[in-house]
């Protein structure tokens, strides 16, 4: 939409001609690489990125566990779409919840071994893939751009830095 003929007002603060070029290549830009990524899990181990990067933040997790609302932060995703996703992932073998000790409401979800041995079947596909789709098409100088930008983004982003909630007790649990 062009603005050139909008009157400066208090109203929306319409990006200029530089800004929109930059979101849309950004967009498509990020768009094709997540697709991409997708695309060679789903064909290659059977799985979709959101299910790949559950197993990764569990993996990273102190005792692969996660509670379910710090998963779902973690993840991107609503709590509604990460519980249908460990549904399926439980179905698998991958996952499994279980109830917070000193928390009725809380839950967890849990790496199985046979979910680690998938993502670490599932790893050097997927690495070699945002490689080329992602790494391969950048100089190390636009690498450390990439990652300030996204960092600012990140920082600015609702929620930042936030924790999310713990199990009370849970290092006395059994």
Do not use: N
């Amino acid at each position: 939409m062009s603005t050139d003929s909008l009157p400066a007002t208090s109203g929306p603060r319409w990006l200029s001609p530089d800004e929109q070029v930059t979101w849309r290549d950004a967009v498509t830009a990020w768009q094709w690489v997540l697709a991409a990524v997708d695309g060679q899990l789903q064909r290659d181990a059977q799985m979709p990125l959101a299910y790949y990067e559950i197993l990764v933040r569990l993996s990273e997790a102190p005792d692969r566990s996660l509670r379910m609302t710090q998963l779902a932060e973690a993840s991107s995703s609503s709590k509604s779409r990460l519980s249908h996703a460990v549904a399926r992932l439980e179905e698998r073998g991958w996952v499994r919840r279980r109830d917070c000790p000193t928390d009725r409401r809380g839950q967890f979800a849990e790496l199985t071994d046979a979910g680690f041995d998938a993502l670490r079947a599932a790893a050097p596909g997927h690495v070699e893939q945002v490689r080329a789709v992602l790494f391969d098409a950048l100089t190390p100088e636009q690498v450390r751009q990439l990652a300030g930008i996204s960092e600012a983004i990140l920082a600015a982003a609702p929620g930042a830095g936030a924790d999310g909630e713990g199990c009370p007790g849970l290092a006395d649990a059994p």
